[in-house]
């Protein structure tokens, strides 16, 4: 199974961390484009290096909304996007017309996905890894104690294999702060109770699509996405907790999606700054990062929420700009400062 994003370009930069979250599962992008529109919108940009930023190599453009201008329009829309895209990510990926409303071409699009985006190797030798994208509780108000059931984690394998009845952790789980003020973390442990597809029930789930993880985790944990960012695997095979990164980052030269006032030029990535802070992702793991020291192309950032993560995985950083967070650039965690996690008894 391929796992593909859609990205709608219609200025919605406040979405720009979900968009990023999302990113971490996928295996390719859809770029959705309107046709009444012109192109590039200020967010084209930033979206297209958000997606070089977090691996995706496989794009199909969709040009939609082509019922609601003429053809001659269409096709200098066509050729503007084709000369926005060159020197991309996206240089030289299929551009499909479509009318998502009236589905043209939608068929096309469906063989472009099975034909363009290949199946990726997956591992099912390694001890499972997931990482959470939705947690919900399934429970309804008012229900009786016996009715009442464990907490649902939504999100994708990585790698391994989850099986009904397997015991499982979730890092970095509980966070609270001792004392002294200093964080603490205390993971959650449980079973795995069923697992769906969909609606198809699974004994057991594998690496590609998304999958929905029946738990006896306590519902209030899993409510709302209180475990969005989260890491679920076999007890005790996870990667390590940080409160304290260091990252070999790299800013783009431009800030993307942004103008500078009273020109058409976009404006420059300032250096990174001690004491700014920044926001980061991290696999589906969005969290607020203060930088304490900068030298060269390395940072070392304070994480105001810890992530399960390991080095060299790849990590987008951006910058509150005008009330909105803007992508400025990206970089590779090389070390850290590693929080203690209690062990199952």
Wanted: overall charge positive; glycine content about 8%.
């Amino acid at each position: 199974m391929v796992c593909c994003m859609g990205i709608c370009l219609k200025g919605h930069d406040i979405l720009m961390a979900t968009m990023l979250n999302g990113a971490a599962i996928m295996d390719g992008a859809l770029l959705l484009i309107a046709s009444n529109e012109s192109c590039p919108q200020p967010q084209t940009s930033e979206l297209l290096a958000a997606v070089e930023i977090m691996k995706l190599k496989h794009i199909i453009i969709l040009q939609n909304k082509i019922d609601l201008i003429q053809e001659s329009v269409a096709i200098n829309q066509h050729e503007s996007i084709q000369m926005f895209i060159k020197g991309t990510i996206a240089d030289g990926t299929s551009l499909v017309p479509i009318s998502a409303q009236l589905k043209y071409n939608i068929d096309v699009v469906c063989e472009y996905i099975v034909k363009k985006i290949p199946i990726p190797v997956r591992d099912f030798v390694s001890t499972p890894k997931m990482i959470v994208i939705r947690s919900f509780d399934v429970n309804k108000p008012g229900a009786e104690v016996e009715e009442i059931k464990g907490g649902v984690a939504g999100g994708s394998i990585l790698r391994g294999v989850l099986r009904v009845g397997q015991k499982i952790e979730v890092q970095p789980g509980i966070t609270t702060k001792d004392e002294s003020g200093g964080i603490k973390c205390t993971p959650i442990f449980s079973r795995i109770v069923s697992l769906f597809a969909e609606k198809n029930e699974l004994q057991f789930a594998v690496p590609g699509g998304l999958i929905g993880v029946g738990t006896t985790i306590d519902p209030t944990l899993t409510r709302a996405d209180r475990l969005v960012g989260q890491v679920l695997g076999e007890v005790g095979e996870l990667p390590d907790v940080f409160v304290e990164l260091q990252v070999n980052f790299f800013l783009l030269r431009r800030l993307l999606g942004v103008r500078t006032k009273g020109t058409e030029k976009q404006g420059k990535v300032s250096k990174l700054t001690k004491s700014e802070v920044l926001m980061l992702n991290i696999g589906s793991m969005s969290t607020g990062a203060c930088v304490i020291a900068v030298k060269n192309d390395l940072a070392k950032l304070q994480l105001t929420t810890p992530v399960c993560t390991s080095k060299e995985e790849k990590v987008a950083l951006s910058r509150r700009v005008e009330k909105h967070w803007r992508l400025i650039g990206w970089g590779k965690i090389q070390a850290g400062a590693v929080i203690e996690i209690p062990q199952a008894v």
